[in-house]
Each structure stands twice: as C-alpha cells, then as structure tokens.
C-alpha cells in the first residue's frame, strides 16, 4: 500500500552547498507486496430473472485462497501538493467440491460438482493530496482518490453429465475521500491511511493501511504493514460485498529536484 510516497522532506545535504531550496520536487516510484485474504458474498444473477442467482460465501462455498498480489505505482510532490497512481490486480483462485447446491449466473450447480473458481479485481487509483501540517516529526495530509476497478468472476465445474462455465464482468468508479499522515523518528517512520467513499452504501469502498519502515540512504524506503479494503458493490441486479486483507511489504525509491536556487 503506497502510503509514504515522498513524505519526508529532502535534507539539506541534498542541495548545492551553499544553497537554500525555494522549491522542490519529489518523484516516487513504488513496488510492494500484498499477502492477500478475501471473505464476503457475491450474488449474480443472469438477466435480472428471479431464481437465477444466489448468494454465495466466496470461502466457504467456493474455497478461493490467499494470493500474493504485486502492486505498483509512482507518486510526483511538486512541494506540499501530490499527485500518485496505483495499480492493484487482486486475483483469486480456489477448488472445491460442493456439499450443497449452488446457483450462478443462471446455471445450477448440483451436490458433488467439482467446481474450478475465479475471482478479478483490478483497481486503478488515482489520487491527489495536500500537505496542511509539516513538522519535523511528521506531515499530516488530506486530498481525494478516484478508484475505477474491473470485476471479474468465473465458476467452471463438472459434474456426472454436465458441464458449466459462467461468469460475470463489470466496472465502476468510486470517488473517495483521503486522510494520510507520517510520524518520523530519525531514519523510522510510521505510516497510515484511511480512504473512505462511493456512490452510495450499496456502492462504497473503504481502505485503510498502516505500516512502519525504514529509509536508507536518504533515498531508499523499506516498509512492512497491513492491509484491509471493504468493498460493496451493487451493479443491476448483481450485489457483492467483499473484504481482502493482509500484510504488505513495500519498497519506495524517492529522487529530489532541486527548482530555482538561490545562493
């Protein structure tokens, strides 16, 4: 989860000597690593008929696993403005036999089928904050974040004379409000986030992160966290209502642009 990008201001002894910095600029590219849980229910239903769809617990029912799910991403700090974009390709699989009968996007799933599932969620974030407090010890900041995200979920199965294969798509934007803060201790900090919006609370997102790390080098940022995202989403007459969750690990590079010096 990218909740450092560029937070800390550039040391002095990364200016000209001799010179005062009136404007600096922070680029931050990011990777991490997102140990990945999912829990919740899905209903999918095949062209709004009655009866064609049930809710479905995505653990229990279809047995999905965790995943570790790469993320990547780049923060630009022209001062106390920033501007970041992540991507996030959560993916998860899972096998099972069915003890009960399951209904899925139209098709009928008898006890005993062996069932193959697929479940996609592709975020794209896009975020703008401002800085409203910078100390020594930390930077306090508040903005907004845009997620569009593409649904993906497949179920194949076989069962003694018959086959299935359905799935369901779709995508949405959920604009969403950010508040992110820093406490720096030396070459420690501690990192936090919380994001909370949608469209409405059939159709909302909440994604909150905490993390402690480590920079190295005056450039280099190591850090280990956890995760938890909140998902509901109504789209026709689909509805789902999801949590992932789990630790991270990230690593952050932040480069400084030294503007207009004056000696």
Known sequence: MPISLGQAPPPETDAPRGASCTKDVESTPFGCYFFSNVYGS?????????????RINVREDLN????????????????DHRLGFEYLPLRFKGKDTLSEPLVFHGANYPTGTRVNSDLDYNFYSFRYDYRVLRADLGDLRVGFQGYYWVFDSRIKGSAPGATFDEHRGFSSFYPAGILSGQLRFGILHLNDSFVLGGLSLERSIIDTAGSAGVRLWNHLDLDLGYRAMHFDMTETTNDGDLTVHGPFFQLSITFWTVL????
Do not use: C, H, M
């Open 260 to 263: 207009n010096p004056e000696t």
């Open 42 to 54: 899905l209903l999918i239903i095949k062209g709004g008929k009655p009866g064609s769809g049930e």
């Open 64 to 79: 999905l696993e965790a995943d570790q799910v790469p993320e990547a991403g780049f923060g630009f700090s022209p001062r």
